[in-house]
């Protein structure tokens, strides 16, 4: 494996799922990382993402250096060719460059802004880090996908060895306009299953035509939860109206009678989860939430390790 940005980095996704379940079950079975950098670059908040990738690096035998560019950091100036007389101190080619001269592989995160599609559909800050970058280079969530918590999804499912489960993603509401990263990346990854997805989601909340290829859309969300194996709730802002917050009418925040329609169906989320909004206590509490962040250790790891034995 070169880089991890999409699917399209590696043709084995059943091989990285089983090689995540077997890292987990013997986390140091390999010490590819020995002698190895991991460098990760955050320009936006992190909890799970943070910590299991520097769990997984550890558990490679690899260390990590961790900086918050966006506090700790000059200011990134990312327009290329401009005059950088203004706010702009440090060109995000020189800090790219600079930066995989200390490491071995580079992660980074960047938000979308949800202002101009065109450029956040660009992905035009983690273009420039596989750009410049002279060593592999793993998206931490890009502006929009975020491959690491699909592949950890993924394997959270596969636990439960249901066969062609019926998954509902399901829209949710909050109080701030996010981005599409999170659900672009499930259905993406899903997708590449025997699974069978299910996209509800109020009208106007559809995602980018991409994504949504074969995938059945629903609006009434009672209806598609019924026998479902899984429901993995997000909230999004709109693709169509670009990240806009649109007025919905019914009620989307999940709760345990909703959750009554499915086949004994288990709630997912991504976390942060904005509690009785996205859906209830009693639905969180008893939830798989936590299984899903345990993951995101053991693929991260499987993704290292891949990297690092393509790159020895
Ligand atoms: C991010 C998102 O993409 O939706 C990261 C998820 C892993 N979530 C948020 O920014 C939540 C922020 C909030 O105010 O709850």
Redesign the pocket.
């Known amino acids: 494996m070169k880089n991890f940005t999409s699917t399209n980095d590696t043709e084995d996704i059943p091989g990285l799922i089983q090689e995540a379940i077997q890292l987990k079950a013997n986390p140091h079975q390999s010490n590819v990382g020995q002698n190895k950098t991991l460098g990760l670059i955050f320009f936006n908040p992190s909890l799970?993402?943070r910590l299991s990738m520097q769990k997984a690096a550890d558990n490679l035998g690899m260390n990590v250096i961790v900086m918050n560019v966006d506090k700790d950091g000059w200011k990134i100036e990312f327009e290329e060719g401009t005059i950088m007389d203004g706010e702009g101190q440090e060109h995000v080619k020189d800090a790219v460059r600079v930066i995989s001269g200390y490491v071995d592989v580079l992660g980074v995160r960047t938000?979308p802004e949800l202002k101009n599609r065109e450029e956040d559909y660009s992905e035009k800050v983690l273009q420039q880090f596989l750009n410049y970058s002279e060593v592999p280079v793993i998206s931490l969530?890009s502006a929009t996908l975020?491959p690491l918590?699909s592949l950890a999804d993924l394997v959270t499912m596969e636990e439960y060895k249901i066969r062609s489960p019926k998954v509902v993603l399901s829209w949710a509401p909050?109080?701030?306009a996010?981005?599409q990263?999170?659900p672009n990346s499930f259905l993406q990854w899903v997708k590449r299953t025997e699974a069978n997805i299910v996209l509800a989601c109020p009208a106007g909340y559809e995602l980018a035509g991409e994504f949504m290829e074969g995938i059945p859309v629903v609006h009434d969300q009672k209806e598609a939860f019924d026998q479902a194996d899984f429901i993995y709730a997000?909230?999004?802002s709109s693709y169509h109206d670009y990240g806009r917050s649109l007025p919905v009418e019914e009620d989307w925040t999940i709760t345990i009678d909703k959750m009554k329609l499915t086949r004994q169906g288990k709630f997912m989320h991504?976390?942060?989860i904005?509690r009785n909004v996205v859906a209830t206590d009693d639905v969180i509490d008893h939830s798989i939430v936590y299984q899903q962040a345990k993951n995101r250790e053991c693929a991260a790891q499987a993704v290292l390790k891949r990297i690092l034995e393509s790159h020895g």
């Open positions: 799970r993402t938000f969530e975020h918590q909050h109080p701030k996010l981005p990263s999170v997000k909230n999004w991504c976390l942060p904005r």
